[in-house]
């Protein structure tokens, strides 16, 4: 590997989840799906209302208001994430779904081989 780093393959599977039921394992999936989705969005929406602002709000530009337009941001990423319409859940959730079945130490072996080469 290269530089100094070693990883400790079976350090990691001990912190791996086990014993969990399929069902149990897809609805873990689907929420941490959607939590990344609406964290993305929510920058997104930061960005955005960066651009436009241009440093002038009709809100003010006070601490109070900038509170309140994050709030708002994080908000409007959390039901646009839970409607399902932006679907970047949805594609992260089909394309890890097809590993739950799998053992955890493989799963975690085959990222780590194609990681390292």
């Known amino acids: 590997m290269p530089g100094n780093v070693s990883l400790d393959v079976d350090k990691l ?12 394992k897809k609805a873990k999936l689907k929420k941490a799906t959607q939590g990344f ?12 209302r960066k651009s436009l602002d241009n440093g ?7 601490s109070e208001s900038k509170l309140y337009k994050e709030m708002m941001d994080e908000a409007l990423a959390g039901r646009i994430s839970e409607g ?25 072996r085959e990222s780590i081989t194609k990681k390292t080469g």
């Not at 709000?57 to 006070?62: I, K, L, R, V």
């Open 56 to 62: 002038k709000s009709a809100m003010g530009n006070s």
């Open 13 to 24: 599977l001990s912190h791996a989840p086990g014993g969990d039921t399929a069902e149990a």
């Open 84 to 108: 399902g319409s932006f679907g970047l859940a949805k594609t992260l959730y089909q394309r890890m779904e097809k590993h739950l079945d799998l053992p955890q130490e493989a799963v975690i």
């Open 37 to 48: 989705e609406s964290v993305f969005v929510g920058l997104m929406l930061k960005q955005m």
